[in-house]
């Protein structure tokens, strides 16, 4: 059984997890408008990513007998100056995840909840995966700058993104 003050945390993450899908689908829409199919299709699975993350802590807390607390979610912002200030917000995002991440794992080990710890090491992994392929998306991207046939390149090389699974 999670205590209560775990169960609070799982839920603040649920609803963080259910932002981070809100905040990739306004990158997809955003993108879409752009014309530039590849980031959108990135994006849009990016989306759909975060939702199953949002939804493996809402089982969690399901399996665990705590209690599902719903929380609103805010708006995220809808433009961006360039593709490469998207992506440099979207590494931003991953780590401020990351710190949340964290500090979940703090938490339980605080409370000796060994079961939430094991669960939470797969966000943990997860996190640095994220970090990576941003990072490595941001460093492609200032490179680039504004090289039409640069972004262009990236653009089809977003797009070759599969689909997400999460275990």
């Known amino acids: 059984m999670l205590s209560e003050k775990m169960g ?16 990739y689908l ?19 699975f990016q989306a759909q990513e975060e939702m199953m993350h949002g ?3 809402y089982d969690y807390i399901n399996e665990r007998g705590g209690k599902i607390m719903l929380q609103p979610i805010d ?19 991953e780590q401020k995840v990351t710190a949340m991440i964290n500090n979940l794992v703090d938490l339980a080990l605080d409370e000796r909840d060994h079961a939430t710890n094991g669960f939470l090491q797969w966000f943990v992994s997860e996190q640095v ?3 990576s392929n941003v990072g490595g998306i941001v460093n ?10 640069g972004l262009f390149v990236m653009d089809q090389e977003l797009g070759k993104r599969l689909p997400p699974t999460v275990e």
């Open 8 to 23: 609070q945390a799982l839920n603040k993450q649920v609803t963080a997890e259910f932002y981070s899908s809100y905040f």
């Open 26 to 44: 306004g990158m997809h829409a955003y993108f879409e408008s752009k014309n530039l199919e590849g980031f959108a299709h990135w994006m849009r």
């Open 55 to 57: 939804m493996k802590l």
């Open 75 to 93: 708006q995220p912002p809808g433009d961006w100056d360039s593709v490469l200030h998207v992506f440099e917000k979207v590494l931003e995002h």
């Open 129 to 131: 995966e994220e970090e």
């Open 140 to 149: 492609k991207l200032t490179m680039v700058q504004d090289d039409l046939s």
